[in-house]
C-alpha cells in the first residue's frame, strides 16, 4: 500500500492533485484546505497517502496533515461514511472544529457539512466521540490562492454535486469583506450559503 507520495505536483484542481514520483503520475483526491495549501504546479510536494482498494478501483487520498488523514481515517469506519464523503466533510469543516463538534456532540454544526444528515450525524458522534484525540486536531491558516479563486470555488462546489447555476449565486452572495480572501474562506462561504 502507497502510505506517503513525495515527487512534482503536476497539476491541482479543487478535489484532485496529479503528483509525478519515479516517472509516474499519481492521481490523489484531495480535500478543499489540502487543495488551498499546496504549492505551484511544478514545485515538489509530499503526501500522506490513504490507498483505499476495492475490488474495482485503487484510490489514492491525499492529505498535507498527517492529523487530518487520521481525521479521514476514522470518518470511514462510521457506517454509512465511504472515502468520497469523508473527503466532502473534511472539505465542509476545518479538522479541529469538527473534532470540537464531534466531542461535544454538536450534531446541529455537523449537519451543516453537505450530505450529512441528522443520523449520520448521530452516528459520527457515537462512534467517534471517545476515539479523537483529547487535544484539537490542528488546521493550518488559509493561504491566499492567487487568480482564478472564483473559478475554482465554483468548480469545487460543482465537484460536490451542485449545480454550476447554483454555485454562481451562492459565490456572489458572499461578501468580500473589501479585502482579498483566499479560496478556502470563499468556498466555505458559498457552501454555508447553498446550505441555508
Given at each position: ?35 488551498t ?7 515538489e ?30 470518518l ?5 461514511i465511504?472515502?468520497?464523503?469523508a ?53 493550518p ?28 449565486r ?16 470563499m ?10
Amino acid at each position: 500500500m502507497i502510505a506517503h507520495l513525495r515527487g512534482t505536483l503536476l497539476s491541482k484542481r479543487p478535489n484532485q492533485a496529479v503528483v509525478e514520483a519515479g516517472g509516474v503520475g499519481y492521481d490523489v483526491t484531495i480535500s478543499v484546505p489540502a487543495f488551498t495549501d499546496l504549492p505551484a504546479a511544478g514545485k515538489e510536494v509530499a503526501l500522506h497517502i490513504h490507498t483505499h482498494v476495492r475490488e474495482d478501483i485503487i484510490a489514492l487520498y491525499g492529505f498535507l496533515q498527517l492529523a487530518e488523514k487520521h481525521l479521514f481515517e476514522k470518518l470511514i469506519t462510521v457506517s454509512g461514511i465511504g472515502p468520497k464523503l469523508a473527503i466532502t466533510i473534511l472539505s465542509g469543516m476545518e479538522a479541529g472544529g469538527m473534532a470540537k463538534a464531534i466531542r461535544g456532540n454538536d450534531v446541529a454544526r455537523l449537519t451543516q457539512i453537505p450530505g450529512i444528515g441528522k443520523k449520520t450525524a448521530e452516528r459520527m458522534v457515537l462512534e467517534l466521540r471517545d476515539k479523537l484525540p483529547a487535544k484539537e486536531v490542528e488546521s493550518p491558516e488559509a493561504v491566499a490562492v492567487p487568480g482564478g479563486i472564483s473559478e475554482d470555488v465554483i468548480s469545487a462546489l460543482v465537484n460536490l454535486g451542485y449545480q454550476r447555476g447554483d454555485a454562481e449565486r451562492a459565490l456572489a452572495a458572499t461578501g468580500k469583506n473589501g479585502k482579498p480572501e483566499s479560496f478556502e474562506i470563499m468556498f466555505r462561504e458559498a457552501l454555508a450559503a447553498l446550505s441555508r
